[in-house]
């Protein structure tokens, strides 16, 4: 399903201010900082309450409100914005996919692994919203945040599925990255001869 991303980068803004507004509750109230799962627990929460929202919203001004699948496409994307990888994801979810080079946000490169190379759809609106997204990665993904702008303009981390991400800004004439995808686990012997790596014989 088509994902409006307009609608996506709009809630996004909504849910992080109203996130970041219950950060500074809880600090001023002297209660501890939520977990990374409390927080994104809260934010499911949050999701579901601005997207409520926007379709009394949309009933109250005569347009048809999103669908339960638009909703639920939705409440994906902003939640990947939020604290996954945007519009990145749906790569990330395609288990044939071995390699992901970004050179701009407009020029996407995936690599299969049959040997495959395909020009994908861009993963954001403009080289500054492809930096941003990158930034929100370095804060979400590892166990501390990690800056990525003029003075660190180079970064490497480790996504959540065990991908690694490398990304490069200013030193080059537009933004990139890399995601060189975890796709083999353990490989035994009896599988490296049933796709013919190795002979039997040997």
Same mark, same amino acid.
Not at 32 to 58: K, N, S
Not at 141 to 149: Q, V
Not at 164 to 188: E, H, N, W, Y
């Given at each position: 399903?088509? %994902?409006?991303? &307009?609608?996506?980068?709009?809630? #996004?803004?909504?849910?992080? /201010? $109203? !996130?970041?507004?219950?950060?500074?509750?809880?600090?001023?109230?002297?209660?501890?900082?939520?977990?990374?799962?409390?927080?994104?627990?809260?934010?499911?929460?949050?999701?579901?309450?601005?997207?409520?929202?926007?379709?009394?919203?949309?009933?109250?001004? +005569?347009?048809?409100?999103?669908?339960?699948?638009?909703?639920?496409?939705?409440?994906? +994307?902003?939640?990947?914005?939020?604290? &996954?990888?945007?519009?990145?994801?749906?790569?990330?979810?395609?288990?044939?996919?071995?390699?992901?080079?970004?050179?701009?946000?407009?020029?996407?490169?995936?690599?299969?692994? =049959?040997?495959?190379?395909?020009?994908?759809?861009?993963?954001?609106?403009? /080289?500054?919203?492809?930096?941003?997204?990158?930034? %929100? @990665?370095?804060?979400?993904? +590892?166990? *501390?945040?990690?800056?990525?702008?003029?003075?660190?303009?180079?970064?490497?981390? $480790?996504?959540?599925? &065990?991908?690694?991400?490398?990304?490069?800004? =200013?030193?080059?004439? #537009?933004?990139?990255?890399?995601?060189?995808?975890?796709? !083999?686990?353990?490989?035994?012997?009896? =599988?490296?001869?049933?796709? +013919?790596? @190795? *002979?039997?014989?040997?």
């Amino acid at each position: 399903m088509k %994902i409006d991303h &307009g609608l996506v980068k709009r809630f #996004r803004q909504e849910v992080g /201010d $109203r !996130l970041a507004h219950q950060r500074r509750l809880d600090q001023a109230s002297g209660l501890p900082p939520m977990t990374g799962e409390d927080e994104r627990q809260f934010a499911r929460a949050l999701i579901a309450q601005v997207l409520e929202e926007h379709a009394r919203g949309e009933i109250g001004v +005569g347009r048809t409100p999103p669908t339960a699948e638009e909703e639920e496409a939705l409440a994906g +994307g902003i939640h990947a914005a939020l604290f &996954g990888v945007g519009r990145l994801q749906p790569l990330l979810d395609d288990t044939e996919i071995e390699n992901i080079d970004v050179n701009g946000y407009d020029r996407v490169f995936v690599s299969y692994a =049959d040997g495959r190379e395909v020009l994908a759809d861009p993963v954001a609106e403009s /080289d500054e919203e492809l930096i941003e997204l990158i930034q %929100i @990665l370095a804060a979400y993904s +590892g166990l *501390s945040s990690r800056p990525f702008d003029t003075a660190n303009p180079q970064l490497d981390l $480790r996504l959540p599925d &065990g991908s690694r991400l490398s990304a490069v800004m =200013d030193v080059t004439v #537009r933004p990139a990255l890399s995601i060189r995808r975890a796709r !083999l686990g353990k490989v035994f012997l009896s =599988d490296l001869v049933g796709n +013919g790596t @190795l *002979s039997r014989e040997i």
